[in-house]
């Protein structure tokens, strides 16, 4: 079975932290990761994908990277409305497979 | 303006059927460089991909849900479906649509709509 880990499960930061969410999957795949952030009540929206690409307007503080089986989110400087769940998903064989979650909250 | 909203019954009851629409504005669900997907999220837990659809009708479901889902598409309303059968408590989620962009590295989700909870009960 295809999977996705995130680590960490959870995160506390301060506002204007530097903040690194990485996701790895069980097998190296062809395609690469995208980013989502979930807010309570809100559905998810799309941050990054193809790994680096940033959506747009989303804002500059959000970079994505990596290759194979590991990929990371970063936000280089933690705003009050980054304050969320950080999902990363990936796509094999026209199946879709979503990483578990990351939420980051007020230190 | 793109928009996606969910439609259908907020209860459903145990072993019945699971019937939602997504109608699309904004955009024909007619496009080469986009398909349309259903997710859900189970109260206070993380998202599952539950399948999609291409404008062919072509669809590609999550296998551990496979047997009991059925997606399709109304080209004549702009409006894709989600069928899930023999439902129990542990379909209780929000079901999400969205659009999903044809990308050479990899379909992200691009657009959602705003979710509908569905619970299983009686």
């Known amino acids: 079975d295809f999977q996705l880990t995130q680590s960490p499960s959870f995160l506390s930061a301060s506002v204007g932290d530097r903040v690194t969410i990485t996701c790895r999957a069980s097998q190296a795949i062809s395609t690469l990761v995208a980013w989502y952030q979930q807010k309570p009540g809100k559905a998810p929206k799309l941050l990054i994908y193809?790994?680096?690409t940033l959506q747009s307007g989303v804002p500059s503080r959000f970079r994505g990277s990596g290759s194979g089986t590991e990929f990371t989110l970063t936000i280089s400087s933690l705003q009050p409305e980054d304050f969320a769940t950080y999902y990363c998903q990936q796509v094999k064989s026209d199946l879709f497979t979503f990483g578990p979650g990351t939420k980051v909250d007020s230190k | 303006q793109l928009h996606l909203q969910e439609s259908g019954p907020g209860l459903v009851k145990p072993s019945e059927t699971l019937s939602l629409i997504c109608s699309v504005s904004?955009?024909?669900?007619?496009?080469?460089?986009?398909?349309w997907g259903w997710i859900r999220q189970p109260p206070g837990r993380g998202l599952e991909w539950i399948g999609n659809?291409?404008?062919?009708?072509?669809?590609y479901n999550n296998p551990s849900l496979r047997s009991r889902v059925t997606i399709s598409l109304d080209t004549s309303k702009n409006h894709f479906s989600l069928r899930l059968r023999s439902v129990t408590a542990a379909d209780t989620a929000i079901y999400y649509c969205?659009?999903?962009?044809?990308?050479?590295?990899?379909?992200?989700?691009?657009?959602w709509g705003q979710g509908t909870l569905v619970t299983v009960s009686s």
């Open positions: 904004g955009a024909s669900i007619i496009s080469a460089t986009y398909y």
């Open positions: 969205a659009r999903v962009l044809r990308d050479p590295d990899g379909d992200p989700f691009d657009y």
């Open positions: 193809a790994a680096s």
């Open positions: 659809i291409y404008y062919t009708g072509t669809t």
